[in-house]
């Protein structure tokens, strides 16, 4: 019995509007959308072609530089298979069987279903093919060397596909798995530890350290630091439009999570989302703006001089 | 004749002295203390004004006042972001002074989306009151996107 149940829940959580129509390729679109791919993997920024990579991603571990996943065979993912997507996206390896960096979220993305990883695939493969040379990382020498994420993987890498939770409903299911697996927004709202682990205790609590020197607010319910004053709706909202409830947008990388991603989600799921991050623990943890050292006056003055 | 245009002169003088005082007078964090509450004004109507578009409150009779406020709020975004007002507490990017035509330019469609999103309201037709609402919040949100940092909550 326990076992049928969770098979209900499972179909319910793979249920993707979309793959109503039986078309994989809608399914796969809509997924890449909601995982948020392109936000990532398109140098928006200098105008780069989508999905040829060359976005720079400035962390505290060094600036890495996306990858072309185009299916261009010399520049790109053209000669992968499925298995070796299958296979970055689960266990965080390259075609060649290399460790993949983590700031590409397979932490995340392990959690997806069989059906979403082939939809991805099915969609992925059929894009434009575009010619460009991937950028190497910028990072300090002693990152360099690639067989220390296999220790990095050791310690803080759980492989595996998501496990609805019997307990709860279908829409939570769905809120929690696209939130986790998908959209994976624990990955810039979790601080990490010094070794890049994320603090799992303080999950979605804000992270000071964000990409590009951002910071990603507290997301849990918590009233004074958090997001508790919100409603679930204004949740959803704000995954559609970009609007706080205080009439404030969005900006920064959000914007283009927005713009690019959680936009295109149906409201369903943005609700569920809104159910699912609503229903985490509430954490107390003031994200306080911090000046930058490069905006203070002292330097910049010196700067005019 | 003489006494007039002396005076003349000396008012002149005046004046010649006090106006560079008198431009540089405004300090770059009340600058920024004050863009902020514009900003904060801003967005204190758009809210409202979603809210009343969204039928979650019934102040229909209301929604021009946000509209108008939101409309004379948002007709020079570039004159709060005068040189020399980019450190400090700001979330303001660099890119508001470096990339200053492409600036001016979102600013400028922001202007022109809360003009037609305040006469959309007085047409009175949900639908387009509904879109260009919409329309005014990406307005917002791409500027916010490419020049503002995200630095709390």
């Not at chain 1, 190497?136 to 990095?152: C, E, M, S, T, V």
């Not at chain 2, 000396?10 to 004050?34: F, N, Q, R, S």
């Not at chain 2, 980019?86 to 809360?114: C, H, I, L, Y």
Request: hydrophobic share 35%.
């Amino acid at each position: 019995m326990r076992h049928r149940v969770a098979v209900i829940f499972w179909l319910a959580v793979g249920a993707v509007p979309a793959a109503a129509g039986g078309d994989v390729v809608l399914q796969g679109e809509y997924i890449f959308r909601a995982a948020g791919c392109a936000v990532c993997h398109t140098d928006e920024k200098h105008h780069g072609a989508p999905l040829a990579g060359g976005r720079a991603l400035k962390t505290p571990f060094g600036t890495f530089y996306t990858p072309n996943i185009t299916p261009d065979p010399e520049t790109g993912i053209g000669k992968w298979t499925e298995a070796d997507l299958a296979r970055a996206l689960r266990e965080g390896k390259d075609d060649e069987g290399e460790n993949l960096y983590p700031s590409f979220p397979y932490t995340s993305y392990t959690h997806l279903t069989d059906a979403d990883v082939h939809a991805i695939w099915t969609y992925l493969s059929g894009r434009p093919p575009v010619h460009q040379k991937n950028k190497p990382h910028d990072l300090p020498w002693y990152l360099r060397f690639r067989p220390l994420i296999g220790i990095w993987k050791a310690l803080f890498f759980q492989p595996g596909v998501f496990q609805p939770h019997p307990d709860q409903s279908s829409a939570w299911n769905r809120g929690a798995y696209l939130a986790t697996a998908v959209s994976h927004c624990g990955e810039c709202h979790t601080p990490r530890n010094a070794l890049g682990g994320l603090e799992r205790e303080l999950n979605c609590a804000g992270n000071r350290d964000g990409i590009d020197g951002a910071v990603a607010p507290n997301i849990t319910p918590d009233k004074p630091t958090g997001i508790g004053h919100w409603s679930q709706s204004d949740l959803a909202e704000y995954l559609e439009t970009g609007m706080t409830p205080d009439g404030d947008y969005a900006g920064d990388l959000m914007a283009d999570v927005i713009d690019d991603s959680t936009s295109h989600l149906t409201k369903d799921d943005r609700l569920a989302i809104a159910k699912y991050i609503f229903s985490l623990p509430a954490v107390e943890n003031e994200i306080k703006h911090e000046m930058h050292p490069h905006k203070k006056k002292k330097e910049k003055k010196e700067n005019y001089d | 004749m003489q006494v007039k245009t002396r005076s003349v002169l000396a008012i002149g003088t005046v004046l010649a002295i006090l106006t560079p005082v008198l431009l540089h007078a405004a300090e770059p964090e009340d600058i920024i203390k004050y863009r902020k509450n514009m900003m904060k004004a801003i967005g204190a109507h758009m809210a409202a004004a979603g809210a009343i578009i969204q039928g979650k409150v019934d102040y229909k009779s209301q929604l021009s006042e946000h509209t108008n406020a939101v409309q004379a709020l948002t007709w020079d975004i570039p004159g709060l972001f005068p040189k020399d007002s980019d450190f400090g507490d700001t979330q303001a990017k660099d890119e508001v002074w470096s990339n200053r035509a492409e600036f001016e330019k979102r600013a400028q469609t922001v202007k022109v989306r809360a003009e037609a999103f305040a006469k959309a309201v007085k047409t009175g037709n949900p639908q387009i009151i509904a879109t260009d609402f919409k329309q005014l919040g990406e307005g917002c949100k791409s500027c916010h996107d490419d020049f503002r940092k995200k630095e709390d909550n």
